[in-house]
């Protein structure tokens, strides 16, 4: 059963939300003394008015959300943060077209980190401030931040955070998701709060270190430089970034349990933990080895670029040192194949997911398994624990729905005029979340010049990546809309 009411004045109340984050962008304007300020204030001002008369209209609504409520929900509050999150690039100017805007805000807030932008370095300090604001909002959710600061929806709250959170099998670290989500919140503001820190006295001034803190924690990419960390041309600055792009592409519920319960074993006898770093190990000394013979890089630079890139596109973060696409093929098939991988579920990283992948690794070797013993029973496990059918089944139906929306994308892309290797990238990134391509929308370019139906396309792709399909696609069966 639906409640429309419900459903908008919460919608209503989270653009409260959103205005509240903006005021920081408010904040870099006036120490900044910058002539955008109006903007901003417009916007908000947009923001809030929305959200009171939405909230007004729906007053007296009931505070039990349901299962179809809460998918609703989240699938129309991550687009009308959306439309309202690029109101300061269309009102300032600096994106005035609204498919641009959007494009760029929904990349943001899906921590895709692909950019329209051609000289970022042109944009003033409050709205880079708000693009890297857009990553961290999203990178642990847009209703994750209401319900661990602002647990005002009751009973509902549990469906709120079904609806929108990610990876097969989700763990909860307290009966109450409200304090789940606060202990989460609490790691993910503490990686941030040291990597700002680490950044500083790695060479950045305060401001690049604050963004690119936001930007590296959420695992969205993007940078207050055209030419991304490359253009700080430090070592150690790339070593920073490694560590903390590594540190985010971890289950933040094992972090937790790690910091704060002192149980580094379980880190460390976790399945997904040890495939997610074999899986950095094992291609980037692949991939540097391979750099090393057939690029004038020295030892330690073939290995920091493969390790930096390899991290980079395996948690879908896609900041660049290289343009990986002048590499060898081989290479950067090896990057394209991490693209579809992903780092752990649990994480703010898209794509796949280890968990996922192990399990349909076990279960296709489990199917061998019984062909030589067809009487055999055989149970999927990870990390001891049987993985019940139910999850088997919803991790296949999953990989199903990824490859076929992925191919739907190489299609469309490829009717609108691009070649095979150009679509084929677009999709794969815009999908997984990543941020780069390949051909000519890599690390390094811009997607500015994209046909405006791509840039749409690839929108839903970032949307339906984010959220995992179900929570988007749902709405449009014929099931869910039914009554009982």
């Known amino acids: 059963m639906f409640h429309p009411k419900l459903i908008f004045r919460i919608v209503g109340l989270l ?51 349901s299962r179809k409520d809460g998918y609703i929900i989240v699938t129309m509050c991550w687009v009308v943060f959306s439309i309202f999150g690029s109101l300061p690039y269309i009102i300032s100017g600096y994106i005035p077209d609204f498919t641009d805007a959007f494009f760029e805000t929904v990349s943001g807030f899906t921590t895709t980190g692909a950019s329209i932008l051609n000289d970022i370095e042109s944009l003033p300090n409050s709205l880079l401030f708000w693009r890297a604001m857009t990553h961290w909002i999203g990178g642990l959710g847009i209703v994750f931040f209401t319900v661990a600061i602002f647990p005002i929806f009751g009973m509902g709250d549990v469906n709120l955070f079904a609806a929108e959170s990610i990876g097969p099998m989700r ?61 700080f041309n430090s070592p150690l ?17 094992l972090q937790y349990l ?18 997610y770093s074999s899986i950095v190990i094992i291609f980037s000394l692949f991939i540097a080895f391979g750099l090393f013979f057939t690029t004038e890089m020295d030892v330690e630079t073939s290995f920091r670029t493969s390790l930096f890139q390899v991290i980079s596109i395996q948690t879908t973060t896609g900041f ?50 019984r062909i ?66 390949f051909g000519d929308y890599g690390p390094m370019d811009s997607f500015a ?18 959220l995992e399909f179900f929570a988007v696609l749902l709405l449009f069966t014929p099931v869910f809309w039914k009554k009982r």
């Open 171 to 231: 763990s909860k670290l307290h009966p109450r998701i409200s304090v789940t989500a606060r202990w989460i919140l609490t790691i993910y503001v503490g990686l941030t709060i040291a990597a700002v820190v680490a950044f500083f006295f790695a060479g950045m001034g305060w401001f690049d270190s604050v963004c690119h803190s936001m930007s590296v924690v959420s695992t969205g990419g993007f940078s207050t430089k055209q030419a991304s960390i490359a253009a």
């Open 449 to 466: 010049t994209l046909p405006v139906g791509v840039k749409w396309f690839s929108m839903f792709q970032m949307l339906v990546g984010r």
């Open 237 to 253: 600055i790339e070593y920073v970034t490694i560590l903390f792009m590594f540190l985010a592409g971890i289950n933040l519920s």
């Open 258 to 275: 790690f910091i704060f319960k002192g149980r580094a074993k379980q880190l460390f006898r976790d399945t997904e933990f040890r495939t």
């Open 15 to 65: 653009l409260f939300v959103e205005a509240i984050f903006l005021l920081g962008s408010v904040a870099v304007a006036l120490y900044y003394d910058e002539a955008i300020l109006s903007s901003l204030v417009i916007s908000i001002a947009s923001m809030l008015g929305a959200g009171t008369l939405l909230a007004y209209i729906c007053r007296g609504a009931e505070r039990n959300i």
């Open 372 to 437: 030589v013993h067809p009487n055999a029973v055989i149970p999927v496990r990870m990390a001891g624990k049987v993985v019940p059918s139910p999850v088997q089944s919803a991790i296949l139906a999953y990989t199903v729905i990824y490859i076929l929306v992925l191919i739907v994308g190489l299609f469309v892309n490829m009717g609108f005029g691009l070649d095979f290797l150009d679509s084929f990238g677009l999709s794969v990134t815009s999908l997984g979340n990543v941020g780069p391509g």
């Open 320 to 369: 660049a040192t290289s343009n990986y696409v002048l590499w060898m093929p081989l290479l950067w098939l090896l990057l394209c194949a991490l693209m579809f991988i992903g780092a752990s579920s649990g994480s703010t990283s898209g794509a796949m997911k280890c968990v996922r992948i192990s399990i349909l690794f076990k279960v296709v070797i489990n199917e061998f398994k």
